[in-house]
């Protein structure tokens, strides 16, 4: 962020901006000297590859954007003589088209660098707070746990951490804006990077690290970062596969042990272990069909088999691996009288291998059973049904045979090591890695359903609905039930959406026995449906089906919210007050109703769809409504930013189970009980009021077509981001059926991020005591976390961009209602916290903020050239020269923003 060219500058040169120079003494000296170094070295690939003239056009664009921002952020006005963007934006429309793809890519790349930089440095300072840490992080599994202890005592603190459960759902939804070759040559980059910083004298050299790090980059400089094609379900299953095998296996048991290690201090590995395995995966990747038409039933059955062949791959390589080291002989560990019966029953059946591992082990009991258990694994792989398990319980049992011989012969240590990982491994993943979660819209069922009681010829679309409950029978037979049993109803607005789930599932498979387990899960996601999702539940408990499934699940029910569209039905304000409202009635009648409640949050990346810190979110949740138990939505490049470092993957992980436990605390819960009341009259004042601005917004003529006019919407559409489309079907013509994603997407990219705060300023006016409202900041656990998004998403926005990108439309009421709307906001949040400035409370990331945001502009600066050349021309040629500028563009937006849907 602080240098293109650094140690390799070619005489260009660069404004003087000593109030950045300021903030650059802020940033922690080895971040800021890995981002030197990789802008130098960008710095000498670019004018290798592009000459000297195309590095003298970056960096004066560089220097002009930011001295515009200095000058401007501290007051300057176009006519004080300073720097202005209209300066950057000469430059700009001075570029030829080629130069003007040349410099996108090269601030692109810019910002894959510098965020790699910033992740690599996030790592660093993880890895030393554990080193140096004296006391326990409050935020950590063991500050949770000595929180509880001191609440509730260790008996119920013991019982709480048993039914922990923790459970992240992927979703490939289109906000992952990168190429997965562009992502692969990130990787390879920041593992230069981290064997930079452990160079010694027998390994690379400095100038060797360099010159691999000028290879990376000068490749990564040149792959295209636009998709050529879209991907397929099955391309974003494989993508996701490469976080479970870089991270996500090694990482899960790892933070258990770290919990283990705490919870049993010097005794740990010497005691059987207590640490539960806490999490659960699910994915919509290659299931979630609701508008997505690439994604049928024989690619989810698909889908399935890969995630299948990557987790048994996993635990056969784990199992041989240890079994390998289990070199422990009969005399010293004599094998229990259960293995070796275990060990009589391998032979029985399989005689070939016990043979030859025999004759390898001939006095290693436990070392000989746990690799014909590697063996059986991999024939669970390769389908050899006389070999292979039947299901992950019957592993599960040989592994605890394994184990509690080798704890009866006193090799207590070998007992509760490494086997015990493997074992969390299999409790946590099982054979399927990630349980497929269906999800249908409710409309395409009832559909469906009227086709079959019509008893005529049935259309392609209800023939694929059934073969959805086929498929579904058919992964639970090879994989488990655990493998696919929930089907998410979307935009369910009455129990009979939820009976016709089960009814559809008898007549695939043609009879109620025959049909595979199902667990309905209602979506509510309107403003109406929240309303009215406890009168549903009420009468979704009483079909005989889920009456039938509650028995035999202890009463247990999966309850989903939607944070995108409520927020785009009603706006960010009166969404987060309906689904906070709405959780704390659901949870009330769960508990009425005996009913053991999981809500599941269908969170977004973006602030406008529910984004922001997770852990400060679930801890602002309702009385009751958590329970031990979280569930929500990882989706798009959140995926990649929490999961595709180990050391940050453990963190998030950590941080969230930490959360999910503190929640139900007795003093978290009277935080949000006694906040909620006193406030009530605040949520009421602005719910209505910020509902009302949003539609005075949203529902004027021709809205809908003015946002098309004044963000990339239509144009993003044409990036190759995921599988599924924009919309579910209809045009431009009306919002109802636009995604929300792509809703998010334009605003953010049009630098106005209306959908994280649009309404929030007018509702905090209307209130409009400032003592009141700087109380609730203080007390008011959702309302705090509301007033630091917007704050957050406020800090991305720029007025002076945002005018532009509004004058590319013929509505100055629209324009001037959204910037009013936006100065109302500033003024209020500011009021309300109390800061001089946006972010005050959170130097690091308003430091952050601070550097990127002159770079994002001139990215913005050249999206908006090609918008006005494409609005001009009427084009719609996704090939001509203006629109692959602008997808470069939103491409690099992405990036520099660091969220994009």
């Known amino acids: 962020m602080l240098l293109i060219s650094g140690r390799y500058r070619t005489g260009v040169s660069t404004f003087p901006d000593p109030t950045r120079q300021g903030i650059r003494d802020e940033v922690d000296e080895d971040l ?3 981002v030197r170094l990789l802008g130098a070295l960008l710095g000498r690939v670019l004018a290798e590859a592009g000459g000297e003239a195309l590095l003298h056009d970056v960096e004066q664009l560089r220097a002009l954007t930011i001295a515009a921002y200095e000058g401007e952020s501290a007051g300057a006005g176009a006519d004080s003589g300073s720097v202005s ?67 509730v005592g260790e008996a119920e603190t013991k019982r709480r951490l048993e039914n922990l459960r923790f459970h992240p759902v992927l979703t490939a939804h289109p906000t992952e804006a990168r190429r997965r070759a562009v992502a692969s040559g990130i990787r390879r980059i920041s593992e230069l990077l981290e064997a930079r910083d452990h160079l010694l004298p027998d390994t690379l050299t400095a100038d060797e690290n360099d010159r691999r790090l ?15 094609t879209r991907p397929t379900p099955l391309d974003e299953v494989r993508t996701a596969m490469s976080i479970f095998d870089q ?20 005794a740990a590995g010497s005691r059987p272990t207590e640490a539960p395995a806490f999490l659960r ?15 049928t039933a024989a690619v ?23 079994g390998r080291t289990l070199t422990l002989t009969e005399a010293d560990t004599p094998a229990s009288r259960a293995l070796t019966g275990l060990w009589e029953t391998q032979r029985s059946f399989a005689g070939d291998v016990t043979s030859q591992i025999g004759t390898r082990a001939p006095n290693e009991p436990h070392r000989r059973v746990l690799l014909v258990v590697a063996e059986r694994i991999a024939a669970t792989r390769r389908r050899d049904a006389d070999l292979g398990y039947q299901n992950p319980d019957e592993l599960l049992s040989d592994l605890r045979v394994i184990q509690q011989s080798l704890a009866a012969a006193g090799a207590l240590r070998s007992a509760n090591g490494e086997l015990q990982g493997l074992i969390w491994q299999v409790e946590t993943f099982g054979f399927h890695l990630a349980e497929l979660e269906v999800r249908q819209h409710s409309k395409v069922h009832r559909q469906a359903l009227d086709e079959v009681r019509a008893g005529g010829p049935l259309g392609e679309m209800t023939l694929e609905v059934l073969d959805v409950y086929r498929t579904i029978a058919f ?18 607005q009455s129990s009979a959406d939820l009976a016709t789930v089960y009814e559809l599932a008898e007549a695939a498979m043609g009879s109620p026995e025959a049909a595979p387990v199902l667990d309905a899960v209602p979506l509510f996601e309107t403003f109406d449906d929240l309303a009215a999702s406890t009168t549903i539940l009420a009468e979704m408990i009483e079909l005989p089906a889920v009456k039938a499934r509650l028995e035999a699940t202890g009463r247990r029910l999966e309850v989903m919210l939607g944070y995108s569209d409520s927020s785009k039905d009603v706006g960010p304000v009166s969404a987060t007050l309906a689904l906070y409202s709405a959780q704390q009635r659901i949870s009330e009648w769960a508990e009425q109703n005996d009913i053991v409640l999981t809500l599941f949050h269908g969170r977004g990346g973006a602030l406008g769809r529910g984004g ?15 329970e031990g138990r979280f569930k929500l939505t990882e989706q798009g490049e959140v995926i990649f930013a929490q999961y595709g470092d180990k050391t940050i993957a453990a963190r998030h992980i950590e941080q969230m189970a930490a959360a999910t436990l503190l929640a139900s605390s007795p003093s978290n819960e009277e935080a949000n009980r006694s906040a909620t009341e006193d406030f009530a009259g605040v949520a009421e004042t602005m719910d209505a009021r910020s509902r009302e601005r949003f539609y005075d917004l949203i529902k004027r003529e021709g809205f809908p077509q003015w946002f098309a006019q004044v963000t990339p919407l239509e144009e993003v559409g044409l990036l190759a981001l995921g599988s599924r489309p924009a919309r579910r079907g209809l045009s431009i013509e009306s919002l109802e059926d636009l995604r929300a994603i792509p809703w998010v997407f334009a605003w953010t990219q049009a630098r106005i991020n209306l959908t994280g705060w649009f309404g929030l300023g007018s509702a905090l006016a209307a209130v409009g005591d400032v003592d009141v409202l700087q109380d609730a900041y203080s007390r008011w656990p959702l309302f705090t976390a509301m007033i630091d998004n917007v704050e957050m998403s406020l800090a991305k926005t720029d007025l002076r961009l945002a005018k532009r990108y509004l004058a590319l439309g013929d509505r100055d009421d629209l324009a001037a209602l959204v910037l009013e709307e936006m100065e109302l906001t500033r003024e209020w949040v500011a009021r309300t916290t109390g800061h001089a400035e946006l972010l005050e409370a959170r130097p690091v990331l308003r430091r952050a903020v601070h550097l990127r945001s002159p770079y994002v502009d001139a990215l913005s600066l050249l999206q908006l050239r090609a918008l006005r050349q494409i609005r001009a021309s009427g084009s719609t040629d996704p090939l001509d020269e203006p629109h692959q500028l602008l997808l470069l563009a939103v491409n690099g937006v992405a990036a520099g923003l660091q969220n994009t849907g």
């Open 32 to 34: 800021r000297n890995d």
């Open 214 to 228: 000028l290879e990376e980059i000068d490749v990564l400089w040149r792959t295209s970062p636009l998709r050529t």
């Open 475 to 492: 992964l639970q037979r090879r994989y488990g039930q655990q493998a696919a049993r929930r089907y998410i109803v979307s935009f369910t």
């Open 281 to 295: 995966l699910g994915s919509w990747i290659a299931a979630d069909r609701d508008g997505n038409p690439f994604v």
């Open 247 to 266: 991270t996500l296996f090694e990482v899960v048991p790892r933070v258990y042990r770290m919990l283990d290690d705490w919870l049993l201090g010097s």
């Open 612 to 626: 922001g810190p997770a852990n400060e979110a679930v801890l602002a949740q309702p009385p009751g409504s958590v």
């Open 300 to 322: 989810t059955k698909a889908a399935a088999a890969i995630a299948s062949e990557h987790i048994l791959l996993g635990l056969e390589h784990v199992a041989t691996r240890i």
């Open 85 to 151: 963007i209209e300066d950057a934006e000469r430059l700009v429309d001075s570029f030829t088209p080629e130069r003007a793809e040349q410099v996108a890519r090269a601030f692109t790349c810019y910002f894959h660098l510098s965020n790699l930089a910033e992740e690599h440095h996030r790592v660093r300072v993880l890895r030393a707070r554990d080193a140096t840490a004296d006391a326990v992080p409050a935020d950590s599994l063991p500050g949770a746990i000595e929180q509880l202890v001191f609440e």
